[in-house]
Every structure is written in C-alpha cells, then in structure tokens.
C-alpha cells in the first residue's frame, strides 16, 4: 500500500467545502495527504476541515479574481509551505437551452472552469517546476465526452479541461509535473441533484444509459484522486480518467 501512500505531500483543492471536492479531501486524508481546501465561503470551509479525520486547513480565495491569483499562491506556498499537487475542482453549473445563454452567462462559466483553472495552475506550477515535481488534477466531466443538452457552457469548458491536460502535460512532464483529470460521472451532490431532481426524464435517462444503473458517491471520485495523486500513478500523465459506472460506453 506504500504506493497509495500521500504522507508529505501538502495537495490544495479549490471548491474543496462541499461535493466532490470535500468527497476527494476525504479520502486524500485517509491516505496521509495534508489538505488545504480553497474557496469562498469561510463558514462551509471550516465546517468542512472540521469534519476531517486527518491534517486540514482552508484558505478562502476567489479563484475567478485572475488578477490576485498570483499573490494568491505566493501567499499559500509562504504560509502553509509547498504546494505538492493542485486540484482544480471549483465549478459552477448553468442549465439552460443554449439560445437562452446570455454572452455573461457563458463567459461566468468559461471564467470558474476554464480561466480561473488555467491561472492557478501557471501559479503553482512555478514552483513544482523549480523543485523539478508536481501533480495538477482537474474535474472533468461526462459532458467532456458526447453532447448534453441544456448545458452548452458548461459542456464548452469541461470539454477545454481535455485540451488544456493533453497541452500542459506535454508542456510540463518532462520537467516533473504530470496533469491529469477526473471525469466523474453522475454523482450524488447538490450541483447534481439540482440539475436532475426537477427533470425526472433527465433523470431516467441518465440511469438507463449507465450499465451500473445508480449515481455514484463523492468518495468514488475521492478514490481515484487518490490513485492519480500517488506514487502509484507516476507514469500517468495527460489522462481523463471516467469515474461513471459505465455511462460513458453505455447504450
């Protein structure tokens, strides 16, 4: 198990107080990691380190302030140490038929997913790059894959985490950085069942095409995380990893 073991390594996820992020946080702690969970909202933060059975800490930022993203990891790596391996998990979901997609609306979720993501990124790989390691890790999504209505925006940068992992792979691993992504799913969270708990014929679609025929849980992201955060993946770079109980070669 030394393999899967993550003691001494200081793993930062952003959007890490709820849902999959909190789901990967668990997990990583139980595999010795020390976590630093990142978002905006103090209260859910320090509900949520409260709750984990193992070394946590939470630093409130907005990941969307592109401007303040570089002083933000400067001041993470001065106060907390380094930054061993980035998550980049925050998101936020829009639904809506996409000729009602206002050109905000679009670029609000291009900016949490596809922008913030990229510019924290570049921040903290600066140092893993001078210390010659490192690990990235983005949340992709099933909408990474084939086409989901009513979520244009959100399938436009989940479908950008696939490109921008091949890219700063290619661009980073030969120096000791690997990049990688989760793409789950559909897994119980409130972003979740908000989207399918007022469209029962979403929802049974999304059953009936997933061979396992159930939704999957946090911790089944958390696992995997684990998986590509550790030893045991030190070959793996460049890969979306499907976490969705068959739904993306289902029929």
Not at 50 to 75: K, P, R
Not at 182 to 207: C, F, Q, T
Request: aromatic share 6%.
């Amino acid at each position: 198990m030394k393999a899967f073991d993550l003691t001494g390594q200081q793993i930062l996820i952003t959007g890490g107080g709820s849902g999959l992020g909190l789901g990967m946080a668990h997990c990583l702690a139980q595999s010795g990691a020390k976590l630093l969970l990142c978002g905006r909202r103090e209260e859910l933060l320090k509900a949520a380190v409260a709750e984990i059975d193992g070394e946590a800490a939470y630093v409130v930022h907005d990941v969307t302030d592109l401007d303040s993203n570089a002083d933000f990891a400067n001041a993470v790596e001065q106060e907390h140490g380094a930054v061993h391996q980035l998550i980049n998990n925050a998101g936020i979901h829009l639904k809506k038929s996409a000729e009602q997609v206002s050109d905000s609306e679009f670029h609000a979720v291009l900016q949490t997913h596809v922008h913030a993501a990229f510019s924290l990124s570049r921040e903290f790989a600066q140092p893993m790059l001078e210390r010659g390691e490192g690990h990235i890790l983005f949340t992709a999504s099933m909408a990474s894959y084939f086409g989901i209505p009513m979520v244009s925006a959100y399938s436009a940068a989940k479908t950008a985490h696939l490109g921008l992992i091949r890219s700063l792979s290619a661009d980073w691993s030969p120096r000791g950085i690997r990049v990688n992504a989760i793409a789950p799913g559909w897994i119980h969270s409130e972003m979740m069942h908000k989207a399918v708990n007022a469209d029962p014929a979403r929802k049974h679609k999304i059953l009936s095409r997933t061979p396992m025929g159930c939704f999957g849980d946090p911790e089944d992201i958390g696992w995997a995380a684990v998986y590509l955060c550790s030893a045991a993946a030190k070959f793996v770079t460049g890969v979306s990893l499907p976490v969705d109980g068959g739904a993306s070669i289902g029929f």
